[in-house]
């Protein structure tokens, strides 16, 4: 049977062995198909095993010795169409899925570029970078400063803020309530608008966005900022800033 390759049709090499070799001998028993498909009787079992359940070898008892039979080539042609008909299942289940999975990706994309940055350096580091990758008539934005965040750091973030508006970039900064003194500072300078929350409450975490870069920062107690630099995230978290910005107030009286 030169020219036969089953494994084209997805069976591997010892089926296409031992379907050839039972094509070949007719009915036979392990002994003479391990010989002629040239594979241990070891191997031969678990083979044999697997092409009866895909129906394309048959077995019966015979004087309590097994024997084989090769089934005729157009049972090969149904179990391809069975398959054929499982896999086009299998495609439509999928194709049901696929916006979970691209979902998924799209998360395992957000992780992938999130970043950490720990202790009031990484603070720095961070607005440092902003500061290197912003350009002259962007807008930087900040919402939920609270007053724990100037402590111990409000000398670096005047000379910050000096050096951004040197370099003609925009800053629009909701504070907290807590935080109006460094609120009422900071608005003195060009290029900055300042608000603040409509409501008192303590929070020590705040956001900021610069461009595509959400920086969730934390001085409290343990200092860290968690960069993610994804433009849907940026794109959510403006969209946030503007809802408060609408009703924030531009003082607290």
């Known amino acids: 049977m030169a020219g036969i390759n089953l494994r084209e049709l997805g069976f591997t090499g010892g089926e296409e062995k031992v379907y050839l070799a039972l094509a070949r001998l007719g009915v036979s028993s392990t002994g003479p198909i391990a010989r002629e498909a040239s594979v241990s009787r070891s191997k031969l079992y678990e083979i044999l095993e697997k092409m009866i359940k895909k129906g394309i070898v048959s077995h019966f008892l015979k004087n309590k010795v ?7 080539v157009s049972r090969i042609v149904d179990y391809l ?8 299942q299998q495609i439509e289940e999928f194709e049901k899925k ?30 440092e970078i902003a500061l290197s990758k912003m350009k002259k008539g962007e807008i930087m934005y900040y919402f939920g400063n609270p007053s724990s965040g100037h402590e111990y750091v409000l ?4 000379d910050w803020n000096k050096r951004r508006v040197q370099k003609g970039i925009g800053a629009w900064i909701i504070y907290n309530q807590d935080a109006f003194e460094y609120g009422e500072r900071r608005k003195k300078l060009p290029l900055t608008k300042v ?16 461009g595509d870069i959400v920086a969730i920062v934390l001085k409290y107690k343990t200092p860290m900022s968690i960069i993610i630099n ?8 403006l969209n946030y ?3 408060l910005w609408s009703f924030s107030k531009t003082n607290i009286n």
């Open 81 to 88: 169409k069975e398959k054929e008909r499982k896999i086009s």
């Open 230 to 237: 994804n433009s849907f995230v940026s794109e959510s978290f």
């Open 155 to 158: 000398g670096y973030w005047d």
């Open 98 to 127: 696929v916006p979970l999975y691209e979902n998924l990706m799209k998360n395992a994309q957000i992780l992938q570029c999130a970043e950490v940055y720990e202790g009031i350096e990484g603070i720095k580091q961070v607005r």
């Open 66 to 72: 097994s024997y084989f039979r090769a089934a005729p």
């Open 241 to 243: 800033f503007k809802i």
């Open 195 to 210: 608000k603040y929350l409509p409501k008192k409450g303590p929070t020590h975490a705040w956001i900021e966005i610069y």
